[in-house]
């Protein structure tokens, strides 16, 4: 029998970026409740609620050659993974992108419990808009990842400069550069943590939404996988030593300046405070 809501059960993570979501998604993307779609990140309900260019064609093509067209390599591949990407790229570049689009973009979810999208741009999306969204569900689980808000400006930064090849610019920018470009909307919205709290809590009953720190997540891995499995509702299960060590994406290994801080001690105490008004004890690690 066919969902009487349009995209079933749905699981979605949605950031801060940096703060420790691609790691989950590469454990989770073990578990054989959960179905995830060959892109981590989406980011439709982004793209519908708040940026309607952030699905347009150029972009869907852009991403479709730099991550599945020309990155595998003939001599190694498995011929069936690479014909199931070529059929989730062709639902992927169909149109128009609407709700069915998105759906359609985990048809070959079977046994899973839950179509999973990991997308941190879902963090911006206005409280209003929850409601339509779990409305849409059958059952719907959000899950929010927070870390000390300084070494996440500072590890987005080094991370952005790292993957546009302008690392150099770690070297000769000053005080006033750093301050212009981490306040840019695209690295700073990701560390109003206060404002996505907020959002959840006006949108969404408190059992479909869940909240941890990066800093609790590797104290104790294990736990806090189990604890995830408890939100979701799926079976417990073991995941390798060699995976829990992994690390991805990580940004280059480089000194924060001394005066990086400063830079943005007050905004950092505000952000700091909107957690705890939320009600979650801050993790003693948070300068």
């Known amino acids: 029998m066919a969902d009487p ?52 064609e150029r972009r869907r093509l852009e991403n479709v050659r730099e991550r599945y067209l020309l ?32 759906r359609n973009l985990f048809q070959l979810r079977s046994h899973h419990r839950y179509a999973c999208d990991f997308s941190n ?19 719907l689980r959000v899950l929010y990842t927070m870390r000390d808000p300084l070494k996440r400006l500072w590890s987005h930064t080094k991370f952005h400069l790292q993957v546009t090849d302008q690392m150099h610019l770690l070297d000769c920018w000053g005080p006033a550069d750093f301050d212009a470009f981490v306040r840019k909307p695209f690295i700073w919205d990701n560390a109003e943590y206060g404002r996505t709290l907020r959002a959840l809590r006006g949108g969404l009953d408190d059992a479909n939404w869940h909240a941890v720190f990066y800093e609790d997540i590797h104290a ?10 408890g939100f979701l509702g799926v079976d417990a299960q073991t995941y390798p030593d060699a995976l829990l060590a992994r690390r991805f994406t990580e940004s280059a290994r480089r000194q924060m300046p001394e005066f990086f801080g400063n830079l943005f001690a007050r905004d950092i105490a505000r952000i700091t405070n909107e957690v705890r008004e939320e009600g979650f004890a801050i993790p003693s690690s948070w300068g």
């Open 5 to 56: 809501r349009i995209f079933g059960d749905l699981f979605l993570g949605i950031g801060a970026m940096k703060a420790g979501t691609t790691w989950l998604y590469a454990m989770l993307d073990r578990h054989p409740q959960l179905h995830f779609c060959p892109e981590k990140e989406v980011h439709y309900f982004y793209h519908r609620y708040v940026d309607k260019t952030q699905l347009n």
């Open 121 to 139: 741009l879902t963090a911006h999306v206005p409280a209003e808009i929850w409601p339509r969204i779990q409305a849409s569900c059958n059952r």
């Open 71 to 102: 990155r595998f390599d003939p001599a190694t591949a498995n011929i069936d993974r690479i014909r199931q990407n070529l059929h989730w790229v062709s639902a992927y570049l169909n149109g128009p992108v609407d709700d069915h689009w998105y």
């Open 220 to 229: 104790d891995q294990r736990a806090m996988l189990a604890r995830i499995e």
